[in-house]
């Protein structure tokens, strides 16, 4: 599986984004996809998660302000963050799980920043 990222940058606080990953090669196995971000000097968390039937999970310092979706026949997953805020600066990666491996998306950059 290939995992292809976009849609980060520079917003100030308060703004929004759209972040998108498309899956590619083996995708009829991918259990579920999520988006993981790392800040400087911190470890990897989980920020949203999502299973082809819809189900979601999100991390408490999310909720309510960012939301995965996955558009099926695109093979696309995106991640709408709205409301952000100056501790959401961070690289996010894109994950897809196919049977016990994870595969990951090359990272995109996101700043929140006046």
């Known amino acids: 599986v290939q995992l292809q990222a976009s849609g980060g940058g520079l917003v100030q606080p308060g703004g929004s984004l759209r972040l998108s990953c498309t899956a590619s090669?083996?995708?009829?196995?991918?259990?579920?996809m999520g988006w993981y971000r790392q800040a400087p000097g911190k470890q990897r968390e989980m920020v949203a998660r999502?299973?082809?039937?819809?189900?979601?999970n999100y991390a408490d310092s999310v909720k309510g302000r960012l939301t995965i979706s996955w558009d099926t026949p695109k093979n696309t997953v995106y991640l709408q963050m709205n409301s952000l805020e100056p501790e959401d600066t961070a690289v996010y990666y894109c994950?897809?799980?196919?049977?016990?491996?994870?595969?990951w998306g090359q990272g995109t950059q996101v700043t929140v920043s006046s």
């Open positions: 994950s897809a799980d196919v049977m016990r491996r994870t595969y």
């Open positions: 090669g083996n995708i009829f196995n991918i259990n579920a």
């Open positions: 999502i299973a082809p039937a819809g189900r979601t």
